[in-house]
Nanobody, 122 residues
Framework: QVQLVESGGGLVQAGGSLRLSCAASGRTFRRLVMGWFRQAPGKEREFVAAINWSGYVADSVKGRFTISRDNAKNTVYLQINRLRPEDTAVYYC??????????????????WGQGTQVTVSS
């Protein structure tokens, strides 16, 4: 079992920045592929970024979003810069225990956090 707890969301003005954190417990963190997804009201859940030993982000957020991890702290981060109103969503952290490369498919992830709300005002 893996428990994931996100933090760092909030209300921010367009153009601002946020850093989301996801603390993991329960399994060897360094073996997990970690991902971030988001879901806006009325929309499907959307892949944002994933990381094993290297990270990658979705083309739609490339250049503004960065994923990183600190294995000593069992934590994965999502740095979001130049926020836009369309970034408003609940952001979810996810963990994939299957020892494969980073995936953009939500069905590949075994464990999910409860989500943290990000709201961007224009």
């Amino acid at each position: 079992q893996v428990q994931l707890v996100e933090s760092g969301g909030g209300l921010v003005q367009a153009g601002g920045s946020l850093r989301l954190s996801c603390a993991a417990s329960g399994r060897t963190f360094r073996r997990l592929v970690m991902g971030w997804f988001r879901q806006a009201p009325g929309k499907e859940r959307e892949f944002v970024a994933a990381i094993n030993w290297s990270g990658y982000v979705a083309d739609s957020v490339k250049g503004r979003f960065t994923i990183s991890r600190d294995n000593a702290k069992n934590t994965v981060y999502l740095q979001i810069n130049r926020l836009r109103p369309e970034d408003t969503a609940v952001y979810y952290c996810a963990a994939d225990s299957a020892l494969r490369g980073p995936s953009s498919r939500s069905e590949d992830y075994d464990y999910w956090g409860q989500g943290t709300q990000v709201t961007v005002s224009s």
